[in-house]
């Protein structure tokens, strides 16, 4: 593999590569999976900054490893390439899509895991990768049951470089297997969505986004038997106290001051939360 | 943001920067929390080396992160920024202080955390943040609830690169919120300190000083009813059996060859422990 | 510690620095120990490129980071230097071998370690480190608990820099600490392993190689009393339903689609399976 010092300076190539590689799956920390994969991604692109976005989403469920990328992306330069594998059917006929959208790239099986950045970013465009057009770069034979390591790491290394286009990856398609989970419901009073992730402090991160509340007059969050008054940020209630508030992804979140809300109500991912109006 | 070649190689902005940029939380790896925070980073300063010192001391807990940070920075270049964020009092009235000692450069919230990182360094110089002091740097308008986000990492950032001084960002204090854990009490023939943490192994890490207790003959480690001879390294005894030792961080253990001892003896944080003298 | 420009651009002095240092250990995350490691090789080697295998072997045992490392390390450029840090015996009389293999250089206590990786490489040089040769370049007295900061660290960092070469680094030695799993038994119609390790996903993985089954005519992997087909990959099965495969590293792998194979089956490490023909 040349150097990539000549093709990172051609606008005409590919006109804003980072650098930068995010990295999001569920492979955990325990095994040398996301190493191998810093270790293709250098042995193309020796330069490549790779960051961890997170791989301790849930295993086999790419709705998490979605959420949180669709809200993560715009904290990286643009030209960053984001690679996302959470992949249940790895080594079967799904798909593989490489995705443009607001100055960023992702690449991901097509399995439903990029839906929560496609139906929010402006006009994305979306690629389905055919293998056979990888094979000029030295990627193919990939292993039945790693390809985040065979295909997804050399890639993304190859676009973040600055030597291969989305476009020239596959044809342009508008199709895409659609999110696991239901955007929220609206309705003229309240809105209801669920619980989509519980973060490490055990604060309960649900799918409402904080511009769908916005017409609600004198809003409350319930879930169960609960419910909780908005506020702006933890310190304002006491150790142990819960509350509600818009996260600093732009959803509504259930927290309680300190502690953990999800071990202190018993709920988790799935758990259907109602921010309604009172007035 | 333009290229900081230059300021890189202008010791007079700033005299020291080395480019490294270390993060310790309690934000865990489970959420994107720490990858945002790199990103953040990279957008101000593409070449930025930033080491992770660690994301998993105990949550809302300043002590822990500040032991951890206040034994460990001396093992990086000097010049560099020490980002530290254990932050329940995120988005309230609660300050965040720059402090320069030993050549380093250390950013937290001012809630305890960094007292122990004060009260070891020479001469340490604390300036508290102004945070209209920022804006001119893009830096304002932060969430209620990831100020790691949206203040110290750009802030890091901008210090890291050479961009900006500690004095620059407010008024010089001598001022700070004491640590949470008391120092070790010192009499003519022991000290008492605390168990502060608990490594991966289960090794019982206190806070009593290799140097405070030079002094006593023929030390012992004494836990509840147990007594525990000092010895060099683990592999002195035989696995399953107990020692006490002054840890490569240079502060007493409590361990158990190839075994927990926190499991084995069920004591954590906040266990007393002295070490008294037997002549 | 002076640039290392000069020195990279020196074939004579080290023939195939890649820059990347990779570390696999049982330090896990919770403590800095990881991350004052790398803080001791940017003092060194401002440019390395650190990557982080694993941290999350089983503690105390060399022969999961064993496996792991000598099925890891061909996805990482030639010239790599692993550092492997699985150390029981640290500050005891235990010694610390540099191996040359396969144009990899590798790093690690004698206590088996490095064992899988010696014994499948083509023809590996050892030599067995003598800690004055260290001295010149600053590395010595190190604590008695904690080589991988005082001695590993450092030493990779000159290597990885070009500054030193392994033959430079004590005497070449044919003997090295064997492996503590013994190599699969092979019998005319079956070979007989264990599990060695299980991943994230509850994937059960043994020391079976490939290659040590080909010859078996339609070989179905047993374990206790159930008996498992050879896959191709998960998908093949439904979710649920346990297979068997030989996974992206080349060895049997006893799997659960979409579930943990090593929670349904009650197993873990050291349980022995059998690749049989049924011919």
Known sequence: VSSTAFQLNQSAAHPYPSGVITLTTDFG??????????????????DAKVIDLTHE??????????FWLSRSYRYFPRGSVHLAVV???????RD???VEAD???FIAPDNGLLAPVLTRADAPRIHRLEMARLAHMGIGAP????????IFAPLAAEIAAGRCRPASLGPETRDFVPAWVDDPDTAA????????TVDHFGNLITNIEAESIKRLANPVVRTGAHQFELRRTYGEKQPGEYLALINAFGVVEIARAEQSAAAGLGL??????????TA
């Open 29 to 46: 920390h325990r095994d040398p999976f996301v190493g191998v994969m810093k270790g293709q991604i250098l042995m193309r692109f020796a």
């Open 57 to 66: 989403t849930l295993v086999h469920w790419p709705a998490e490893a979605g």
């Open 87 to 93: 992949d249940p059917g790895v080594g079967t006929q």
């Open 96 to 98: 593989i899509i490489v």
């Open 103 to 105: 100055g960023h790239i």
């Open 143 to 150: 292993s039945a049951t790693f390809h985040g390591r065979d």
């Open 189 to 196: 009073d309240h809105v209801t969505g669920v619980v989509i």
């Open 268 to 277: 988790g991912r799935g758990a259907p939360v109602i921010v309604a109006s």
